[in-house]
């Protein structure tokens, strides 16, 4: 085993006490593989030496069979790739560098639903949409809002954003106008891929969260502001969102985040189908960066509603989960500014540019833009996990982005 790079790997955050779970494209096939390091290890081509998992979940082009087998399976693959990985003299030999394949989006995205879960997030933007009427609505604090978007246009970090053309209403004007949005924005989040599905008709509880969700991913849920502002009385987001979700590439297990729960904020009483035994969260360290200038921090672990509640009020009326379902947390942001995680309240809507490396006053997204959502968390041992940063350059209206 080579030591250095395996101290290496650890040291990137994608150590065998992380070990993400995503698919790439190698000798000429898809397949299932898990990060480490800079490396990567195909399941299919590892499959007779990863027992007890079953070898035909790992042969699989899409990773959708293993997510919905379940957290036995989950624990087993974990164990195997660690045990093959830490003490296999040849382990160097069955790993693959990243850069000689093609990082796929991780699963197969069935369903996306985007929940409003941060507090000062949702005061910040209540008071810039509404700034006659109270901050947070007044359901805001007895269940999570939430919409449901667009499964098809969740992509892989990476993919080229092209800035989407919309409805309006100028300011000024009495009516409306269409072409490309003037206030593109981003939101950082956190999203909770589900593995094993449920029953329609059959709620999922709290308590129930670990045995249907597999694991954790950063978002971008891309927003058109001036669309959003237009179109989102009386039912909410549409347009302004449904262009594009950014996703990282590589699904963190909720295993390898152990050591980052925490307890979350403390909660007003809620209705009984919303209790959660262990209403944690997860201390993640988010960065998000513009042209490479880092804009602002938010923390995670201030996000309101716990992702077991999420779950519960997403399936309270009898919704089935489905392998593949995505949720996630909404923008998250903190109390001060620095913290919050979208340019919409970073730059008081636009009123407040801030500073990028080099001179230029950011307000909203402009072509050619690059935008980075990274994150952190602590590790079992001591270090940090490194989450699959998300990653998007704004390309002009009108022009293709389909890879």
Known sequence: MNTTWMQAASESGFGLDHLPLGRVEAAGRTQAAVRIGDRVLPLAAAADRLSPVPAELLQSDTTSALLAAGPQVWADLRHSVQELLGTEADAITLTTPIRDVKVLLPF?????????????????????????????????????????????????????IGRPNGQTRPTGSADPAFGPSERLDVEVEVGFVVGVPSLLGEPVSAEAFSGHVYGVVLVNDWSA???????????GPFLGKSFATSVGCWITPLAALESARTPGPKQE????????PDPWTLALDLELAVNGTVVSRPPFASTYYSPGQQLAHMTSNGAALRTGDLYASGTVSGP???QVGSLLELTAGGAEPVPLDGGRLLGFLEDGDEVRISGTAAAANGGRVTLAEVTGRIEPAGRSVAN
């Open 108 to 160: 197969d995205v069935a369903d996306y639903v985007d929940f409003y879960s941060s507090e000062h997030h949702a005061m910040n933007v209540g008071r810039l949409f509404r700034p006659d009427s109270p901050a947070l609505p007044p359901n805001w604090k007895h269940l999570p809002i939430g919409y449901h978007g667009r499964s098809g246009t969740v992509v892989a970090s990476g993919t080229p």
């Open 225 to 235: 502001r001036d669309l959003q502002a237009w179109e989102y009385q009386p039912l």
């Open 269 to 276: 009483p809620l209705l009984p189908y919303l209790h959660d």
């Open 336 to 338: 001060e500014r620095g």
